[in-house]
Every structure is written in C-alpha cells, then in structure tokens.
C-alpha cells in the first residue's frame, strides 16, 4: 500500500492561462485546498506554490500540494528539488494532470507508464529518473474526439474548454476531491473501482 505524501497539480503558472484545459491538475489543487482550509505560499526555493493538509485521526499526518511556478515542460525542476529536500520516493507521489487521450468526464487512476507526450510528466519523470509515481488523469478530450475547431494539439490544450467540457471537467474533479482521503491512504485499489463505477 502506497501512502501518498505529495499531491502535484500540473499546469501553467501565468493569468492568461487559468482557465485552459492544460491548467486541470492546478484546478484540481485549487480545490483540494480550499475544501481542506489550506492556504498556499510562494516557495522560491522550490519554485513552487506549496500548501499542506492533514488526514487521519487521531493521529495526523502531512501531506504537501505542490503548483509549480515553472511553465509545464519544466515542472520537474520544482518537483525533484522539493523531493529531494524531504525525501519523498516516487511510489509517495500523487500528480493530478490533465489527459489527452481521455474524454471530458473520464477520470483514470494509474501508476507508472508511459507520458503519451506529456511534456510536465516527460520532464517529472526525466528529474525523478523513474516514472513508478501515481497518475490522477483529467480528460479533457482531444481536437479529434471534440467538437472543436481547433485541430493543432497545443493550442487546443491551451484553450478554455467549452461550458460543457467544463462542466464534466468540474464533475471529474469533484470525484477526484471527494475520495482524496483514500487515495492519501493509499487505498487504490478502492478509488480504481469508485472511479470505475462513475463512468
């Protein structure tokens, strides 16, 4: 059983792309926090937004958000540094991203694998020199399976979701955020046939 020790939320970290599909992993953090009155700070050292919040009872323990301050291709410069300093293994690592190849709505659970072109998983994985961490993937479709008429890859996922993606992005988050105590527990196991059931 993997206990998780850090959550990673992908995205970029300027205004202008918010509210892009690209940004779901750091949508995802944002509401891990805020449902766990969790308050982030700009970490220089680490170039990151870090929070943390606290499970179990009654004894607790941490477990650290981490937003990179880094544009994507670079997340695992943030990422390794941090791990680095508090000796955190791969296996102890939740990243929450955004997924190409999934529709919006669809939520999967895996570990380890491939990057399917992911430059922040690319890069995460090239710095932790493993890729044995766990993945939260957030579809958000791609310019073949949607409606859209964007048919360049990057500048699709650097778009807003139309209000009817958003809204099943909204739902996969959502799911994400309430069994967030579980999947910090290391029960996949469990989340694998929660998420499963919600198709």
């Known amino acids: 059983m993997d206990e998780i020790r850090l959550i990673i939320g992908l995205g970029n970290p300027e205004l202008e792309y918010g509210l892009t ?7 995802a953090l944002n509401i891990i926090a805020q449902r766990n009155k969790a308050i982030w700070t700009s970490e220089p050292k680490f170039r990151s937004e870090i929070s943390k919040i606290y499970i179990g009872s009654p ?6 958000l981490l937003k990179p301050s880094l544009y994507m291709n670079e997340s695992g410069e943030a990422v390794g540094k941090f791990c680095f300093f508090h000796k955190i293994q791969p296996y102890e690592i939740l990243v929450v991203h955004d997924e190409l190849d999934l529709l919006p709505g669809v939520l999967k659970l895996k570990k380890g694998g491939g990057n399917a072109g992911h430059n922040g998983l690319k890069n995460i994985q090239n710095k932790l020199q493993s890729s044995n961490f766990w993945r939260l993937r957030i579809g958000i479709g791609h310019p073949r399976t949607t409606e859209t008429k964007i048919k360049n890859v990057s500048n ?3 778009s807003k979701p139309t209000s009817n993606e958003k809204e ?5 988050i959502d799911l994400c955020v309430n069994y967030v105590d579980e999947i910090l527990k290391g029960e996949m196991k469990i989340i694998k046939d929660a998420i499963d059931k919600e198709k």
């Open 21 to 27: 599909r690209h940004n779901a992993g750091f949508w």
């Open 59 to 64: 004894i607790q323990r941490c477990v650290w």
């Open 156 to 158: 699709f996922v650097l």
């Open 168 to 172: 099943k992005i909204d739902q996969c």
